[in-house]
C-alpha cells in the first residue's frame, strides 16, 4: 500500500471508532454490560460482514449500520437488541454470514429480528412491480415484532440523508416511495421527527426548485419572526414562573414540507401562510397532574393572549390513536398575528417525539400497550382478509392513516376511534361485523338518521339491526373503513357466488332441453357469444335472469351450424374488434402536431415513443416530468409534481419511464392559471388585454368569479413553454389589483 492509500485506510478507522464511540454514548444508561458486550460483538461481526466494502460515496460501508444504529437508539430511543439488530441488519444479505450464524451468536430474539428485515428488504430494494404485495407482507411482520419496523424506518432514514450521491432517477424514486410509504407509517407510528424529516428529504428530491425555495425564504424571515415570537413568549415566562410552574419554552418553525403542502392545499403563496412559527411549552408534572397543569398553562397563555376558538385541538383527554398527546390553541399575538402554541408535560413530549412504540417498549408502559395492541388488531383484521387486492389494501390503509380521526360513544357509552367521514355502517362494523352486515337503521344521540349520514366527533350512535338484513352493493358508495368496504365486499361475493351455482345447473338444465350439451366447450362458445369475461359471469347473468331463454335460443340458432359456423363467428367478431380498436386508437390521439413527439424521449436510450399529456397535470416542456406506462393508453406523461405521480411512482415502478425534453418545439400546451385580486373596474379587460393582445397568447377558457370585492379568474392559456408561462405570470403580475398569479399544481 502506498502512504495515500495507508493515510486513507487510517482516516476511515477513525470515523468508524468515532462513530461506534457516537452509539456506545447514545447508549449509557439503558445498557448493562451483558448488553455492552452484545452490542460490541455486533459491531465485530458488521465489520467483518461489511469489509473492503464502501457505498456509492466512497465511504466504508459499516458506517451505514452504525448510523442505523444510532438512529435506533437515539432518536427512537430503542435499547440493546434494537441496536445490535441494527448494526446487523444488512449482514445477512450481503454477505456469507448466515441467520443460523446470527441465532448462534446472538441468541434468537436478534435473529429473527434480521430474519424480518431481510425479508423486507428486497421488496424496497429492487424494481419491483410487486411492492404493494410486499408493503402487505411488510406490515405483517409487524404483528410479529414491530421493532423490525422500525429499524426499517431508521435504515431508510439514513439512506434519504446519504442519497445526494445516487443517480437522479433512483433519488426520485426512493423518495417517491418514502413519500407513499416510510413518512405515512412514521406517522402513524408517532415518529413525528422522523416523519418531518423524510418528508423534507423527499421535497428536496422531487421538487428541487420548490425545496431551495422555501428553505430559502423560511431562512431569510426566521430571524425576525424568531425575534417575534421571543417578544410574544416573555411574557408568557414571566407569568409561568410567577405561578411556579418548572418549564420549557421553545420557538419552533414548520417543515418545509408542511409549509409546501399548506400552499398547494389552499392555493397561496409563502408569505400567505401564517402560522410557519409556534411555540412550545413543555412542562414537568407527574402523571397524575399533568392534565391540569396542562390547562392551567393554557389559562395563563389566553390571559395574554385572545384564543381562536376554532383551532383549539384537545389531544389530552383524547389522544390520537397513534398515542400523541398534546394541547394545541391559536392565539392573537402583538401586532394581529396569529401564532400556534403547544402545550404538553416532558411525559407527552417523549411520546411525540420518539413515538409511541419506542417509548411502549422501552418503558414497558401498560396503557401504551393496549392502545397499541388495538392498533396493531386493526392492521391484522385488514391483512387477514385476502379477498382485497394490494393495491386496494394500500389505498385503504393510506386512507385511513391520513384521515383525521372522530371519537363516537356506544350507548353503553365505550368510545371507538373512527376516520373522519365515517359513517353510522362504519361504526356498525367497527363494533362487530355481525352487527355491520345486519344493520338496518341507526339512531344519532336518539335521532334516526339515514346510514349513509356522516358522523360527529362525540356522537352517540345506536345501530338498529334486522336479521333478515343483509349487505347492499350500495353500502359500499358511503362506507369508508377498510374493514366495513372489505366486509361488505366479502358478502357480495358470498352472495353472488350462491347466485353463480344456481345459475351453472339452471344453465345445464336449458341447454339439455334444446338438445345441446353442456359442456366446457359449450359453456365457452357462449361467454364468446354473448361478450363476456368468464364462465362465471355467464352463469352469474343466467342465474339473475339476465340472460334468459330467449338469448340461448338464438345462441343456439346461431350456433347450430356446428364448429364452422362457431369459427366463422369468432372470427369476424375478433376481427370486428381489430377495425374498433384502430378506430378508437386514431380518435383518442391528443391533437399533436406532427413534430411535436420529438419533444420529449423517454428511458436512459431517450427513444422517441409516442404518448399523451396527462390531463391531471398539463405539462408543459421544461417541466419535470416523467412517463407512464398505462394499460390501454400508452405513455402518459404526468409532472413530477402532479398529485398522482407519488402514487404512480411507487407503485408501479415498473411502469415508469424516465423522460427528458430535448428540444422545445413550437407547439402550444395548456395551462391552468389562477389570479387573484380585488375587483377593480375594468380589471379583467385589463388582464385579458395583457394576456391576448401584449403577449399574444391564446387563451382556451377564462372564468372568473367576485365575491365581495375579490376576485378570482382561472384561465386556460396556451404557451410555449415554461420560459413563456413565467413571462406570462410576471407581466399579470404588474396589473394594478393583482394580488396572486399563479399556476395550478396537481390536479
Ligand atoms: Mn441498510
Not at 400497550?369 to 382485497?388: A, F, G, I, P
Not at 339515514?450 to 347492499?472: A, F, R, Y
Not at 345447473?505 to 366447450?521: G, H, T
Not at 383518442?588 to 396527462?614: C, Q, T, W
Request: aromatic letters at 8%; proline letters at 3%.
Amino acid at each position: 500500500m502506498n502512504k495515500e492509500a495507508l493515510d486513507k485506510a487510517a482516516q476511515d478507522e477513525r470515523d468508524i471508532v468515532n462513530r461506534y464511540r457516537a452509539l456506545l454514548r447514545s447508549m449509557e444508561g439503558k445498557a448493562d454490560n451483558k448488553d455492552k458486550k452484545m452490542v460490541r460483538e455486533a459491531f465485530n461481526l458488521a465489520m467483518d460482514a461489511h469489509k473492503n466494502v464502501r457505498r456509492k460515496s466512497g465511504e466504508p460501508y459499516v458506517l451505514h449500520p452504525i448510523e442505523v444504529a444510532i438512529i435506533v437508539s437515539k432518536e427512537i430511543g430503542l435499547g440493546p437488541t434494537s441496536i445490535a439488530a441494527a448494526l446487523l441488519h444488512d449482514v445477512v444479505e450481503d454477505s456469507d454470514y448466515t441467520l443460523d450464524d446470527i441465532e448462534r451468536m446472538f441468541g434468537e430474539k436478534v435473529s429473527r429480528i434480521i430474519d424480518g428485515l431481510t425479508k423486507i428488504s428486497g421488496v424496497f430494494d429492487q424494481n419491483v412491480s410487486v411492492q404493494a404485495e410486499n408493503f402487505r407482507k411488510m406490515l405483517l411482520t409487524i404483528a410479529d415484532d414491530i421493532r423490525v419496523i422500525l429499524i426499517k424506518l431508521a435504515d431508510r432514514l439514513h439512506n434519504m440523508r446519504t442519497m445526494s450521491s445516487m443517480p437522479a432517477h433512483k433519488q426520485l424514486k426512493i423518495a417517491s416511495e418514502t413519500l407513499f410509504i416510510f413518512a405515512p407509517l412514521s406517522h402513524r407510528l408517532g415518529l413525528y421527527n422522523i416523519k418531518t424529516e423524510l418528508e423534507d428529504l423527499s421535497l428536496k428530491y422531487t421538487e428541487p426548485e420548490v425545496y431551495r425555495d422555501i428553505a430559502l425564504k423560511l431562512k431569510a424571515s426566521k430571524a425576525g419572526e424568531i425575534k417575534y415570537l421571543k417578544r410574544f413568549s416573555s411574557r408568557l415566562r414571566d407569568s409561568l414562573k410567577k405561578e411556579n410552574i418548572s418549564f420549557t419554552l421553545k420557538e419552533r418553525t414548520k417543515s418545509i414540507f408542511s409549509i409546501r403542502r399548506k400552499m398547494v392545499n389552499q392555493g397561496i403563496s409563502f408569505e400567505e401562510v401564517y402560522d410557519k412559527f409556534a411555540v412550545r411549552i413543555i412542562i414537568d408534572s407527574t402523571p397524575a397532574n399533568e392534565k391540569s397543569d396542562c390547562w392551567k398553562v393554557y389559562s395563563i397563555v389566553t390571559d395574554h393572549y385572545r384564543p381562536s376558538p376554532e383551532r383549539l385541538r384537545d389531544w389530552i383527554s383524547a389522544p390520537k390513536s397513534n398515542g400523541y398527546e398534546s394541547l394545541h390553541t391559536t392565539v392573537m399575538g402583538p401586532e394581529g398575528h396569529w401564532v400556534e402554541v403547544q402545550i404538553r408535560s416532558s411525559r407527552m413530549d417523549e411520546i411525540a417525539e420518539k413515538g409511541y412504540a419506542a417509548h411502549w417498549l422501552y418503558k414497558e408502559d401498560k396503557s401504551a400497550t393496549d392502545n397499541l395492541d388495538l392498533w396493531l388488531n386493526r392492521v391484522r383484521d385488514m391483512l387477514e382478509n385476502s379477498d382485497q387486492n394490494a393495491i386496494d389494501f394500500i389505498d385503504n390503509f393510506k386512507l385511513n392513516l391520513f384521515s383525521a380521526e372522530i371519537f363516537i360513544f356506544t350507548p353503553q357509552g365505550d368510545m371507538r376511534i373512527l376516520p373522519k367521514g365515517s359513517t353510522p355502517l362504519d361504526f356498525a362494523f367497527e363494533i362487530h361485523t355481525e352487527i355491520g352486515a345486519h344493520t338496518l337503521g341507526a339512531k344519532v344521540n336518539g335521532k334516526l338518521v339515514t346510514l349513509s349520514h356522516k358522523l360527529n366527533s362525540g356522537d352517540q350512535v345506536e345501530i338498529i339491526t334486522s336479521e333478515k338484513q343483509h349487505p347492499k352493493e350500495d353500502w359500499l358508495n358511503f362506507v369508508i373503513t377498510s374493514k366495513a368496504k372489505s366486509r361488505i365486499k366479502q358478502s357480495l361475493k358470498d352472495e353472488s357466488n350462491v347466485i353463480i351455482g344456481k345459475g351453472r345447473q339452471v344453465l345445464e338444465r336449458k341447454l339439455n332441453f334444446i338438445k345441446m350439451r353442456a359442456n366446457d366447450s359449450t359453456v365457452q362458445r357462449m361467454v364468446n357469444y354473448f361478450n363476456l369475461k368468464n364462465p362465471n359471469e355467464l352463469f352469474y347473468k343466467v342465474g339473475m335472469g339476465i340472460i334468459d331463454n330467449k338469448h340461448i335460443k338464438e345462441f343456439a340458432k346461431d350456433n347450430s351450424g356446428g364448429l364452422y359456423n362457431y369459427l366463422k363467428n369468432r372470427f369476424v367478431k375478433t376481427q370486428y374488434a381489430k377495425e374498433s380498436d384502430k378506430a378508437t386508437a386514431k380518435k383518442s390521439k391528443v391533437p399533436l402536431k406532427a413534430g411535436d413527439a420529438r419533444i420529449l424521449v423517454f428511458g436512459n436510450e431517450e427513444e422517441k415513443l409516442d404518448y399523451k399529456l396527462a390531463k391531471c397535470c398539463h405539462p408543459i416542456p421544461g417541466d419535470p416530468v416523467f412517463g407512464f406506462l398505462t394499460s390501454n393508453e400508452g405513455i402518459k406523461v404526468h409532472r413530477n409534481n402532479c398529485s398522482n405521480a407519488v402514487a404512480l411512482q411507487s407503485r408501479y415502478a415498473n411502469r415508469t419511464l424516465k423522460a427528458t425534453w430535448v428540444k422545445a418545439d413550437h407547439a402550444d400546451f395548456l395551462v391552468n392559471i389562477i389570479i387573484k385580486g380585488i375587483d377593480t373596474v375594468g380589471l379583467v379587460n385589463k388582464v385579458t388585454q395583457i394576456i391576448s393582445n401584449d403577449l399574444s397568447v391564446n387563451i382556451r377558457a377564462i372564468n372568473i368569479s367576485g365575491d365581495d370585492g375579490i376576485f378570482e379568474g382561472n384561465l386556460t392559456l396556451l404557451v410555449t413553454d415554461k420560459l413563456h408561462l413565467l413571462r406570462v405570470i410576471e407581466q399579470l403580475k404588474k396589473v394594478e389589483g393583482v394580488t396572486s398569479v399563479q399556476r395550478k399544481t396537481g390536479n
